[in-house]
């Protein structure tokens, strides 16, 4: 049948394809913030050494479950750790401490001039002090190069990155922070 000289057609709809009927696939990405928490507490040699990988099960553990029992794949977007001391009016040894994201490795530095080294190196004092700290930092996500990769959610511990800290001449087994973690993630593939 022509309506004004045109003929009308009948459009095919999809075809069904390994990736489920309709050959549709969601693509859908969700953002999320997990938490975490902790302490940071020099050695019996007076150091603080330690890489926070970018890892976001460690995160409050109903916050990952529920995520990861929900999507296929993560990537850690950026993290924020926020620094509140508890020796504070306490006479105990202090001085700087070293923190920057390093974007593939998770190893302990050695000094403080590793952690230097990098572009993102920020800086708190360490000692009697009622200074909060925040630091946030993003990971690069344009470009071949930065490019951020997807990792599985069976495999969280894959994920690349870290934010590596040093700090040296600190009093022996103490507690000097309780620090909050929050990772921004995000989320594709619902299963």
Same mark, same amino acid.
């Given at each position: 049948m022509k309506k004004h000289g045109k003929k009308t057609?009948?459009?095919?709809?999809? $075809?069904?394809?390994?990736? !489920?009927?309709? !050959?549709?696939?969601?693509?859908t990405l969700v953002r999320a913030t997990l938490h975490g928490n902790g302490t940071l507490t020099s050695s019996g040699g007076g150091v603080i050494t330690g890489a926070f990988a970018m890892d976001p099960s460690v995160a409050s553990g109903t916050d990952w479950a529920d995520f990861s029992s929900t999507y296929d794949e993560f990537r850690v977007l950026g993290v924020r750790l926020i620094?509140?001391?508890?020796?504070f009016g306490v006479a105990v040894n202090g001085g700087l401490m070293g923190l920057a994201f390093d974007d593939d490795s998770a190893t302990n530095p050695a000094s403080l001039s590793?952690?230097?080294?990098?572009?993102?190196?920020?800086?708190? %004092?360490?000692? !009697? =002090? #009622?200074?909060?700290? $925040? =630091? #946030?930092?993003?990971?690069?996500t344009r470009g071949a190069e930065t490019a951020v990769v997807w990792n599985d959610v069976a495999n969280p511990s894959g994920a690349l990155g870290s934010i590596r800290i040093y700090a040296?001449?600190?009093?022996? $087994?103490?507690?000097?922070?309780?620090?909050? %973690? @929050?990772?921004?993630? @995000?989320?594709? !593939?619902r299963r």
């Open positions: 057609q009948k459009r095919a709809h999809p $075809s069904p394809s390994a990736f !489920g009927a309709g !050959g549709s696939q969601d693509k620094l509140a001391p508890v020796q590793e952690v230097q080294q990098y572009a993102t190196c920020r800086y708190a %004092m360490v000692n !009697g =002090f #009622t200074k909060l700290y $925040s =630091f #946030t930092w993003w990971r690069p040296s001449g600190l009093s022996a $087994s103490t507690i000097y922070y309780s620090y909050a %973690m @929050e990772f921004f993630v @995000e989320f594709r !593939g």
